[in-house]
């Protein structure tokens, strides 16, 4: 059975009550700590994270939860999130958080924010290379955008491109890089053997 740190950050198990909860048992999922895992065929994922009313102060990786459709983190004494913690977390559609936060990413990167004084409910993450109907101007030509989260995108090269900004084109160089590569590092092994070995001779 999987265990991930992320699921027992707090005491207690997922309860069905809870918008996590009901989530969880409309796809049957299965319940472990305050995770919610959904299997798809040989594979297992966190889809749903109930962090609420845990008293936490701080929350600073959730990487094991990427996989996340839902987090609730409502009902916490948390001053501030970084969006830095939701960095690749391209499942997640509905957060809630404590009312005194904001969305990460911004409002822009949802398509619907909500508060009651209690929860702020972000839901439907926007995909951030096409915000505002527009591609990413954030990626350099002879490139694709990804979206990595609310309000991130990743830049990948296309075709036979690579390097810096994705500028050289061609295959990448493998055979030479690693060639002068090995070669200086054997060359420069040999020579500190050699001259240590001499050392040694005459001490």
């Known amino acids: 059975m999987l265990r991930a740190k992320v699921c027992h950050l707090c005491v207690g198990s997922l309860q069905n009550g ?43 990786d959730l ?29 997640l559609h509905y957060l809630r958080l404590p ?3 904001q969305c990460p990413g911004g409002n822009a990167s949802w398509e ?37 989260g609310p309000g991130f995108t990743q830049c990948s090269c296309t075709g036979e491109y690579h390097g810096y900004k994705c500028l050289r084109e061609g295959q990448f160089p493998t055979g030479l890089v690693f060639g002068i590569l090995g070669s200086s590092t054997f060359l420069a092994s040999a020579l500190l053997w050699y001259t240590q070995r001499r050392k040694a001779k005459f001490t």
């Open 18 to 60: 809870t918008a996590v909860g009901y989530f969880c048992a409309s796809l049957s999922g299965r319940v472990e700590g305050r995770c919610c895992w959904r299997q798809q065929g040989e594979r297992a994922s966190i889809v749903g994270l109930d962090l609420s009313n845990c008293s936490l102060r701080h929350i600073e």
């Open 63 to 91: 990487q094991e939860a990427s996989t996340a459709v839902m987090i609730d983190l409502s009902s916490n004494p948390v001053i501030n999130i970084s969006d830095s913690v939701f960095q690749g977390f391209i499942e």
């Open 99 to 101: 009312s005194t936060l």
């Open 112 to 148: 619907k924010v909500t508060s009651d004084g209690v929860v702020c409910l972000c839901e439907e993450q926007k995909d951030a290379c096409h915000q505002d109907g527009n591609m990413s101007w954030n990626c350099p030509e002879n490139s694709l955008c990804a979206p990595d």
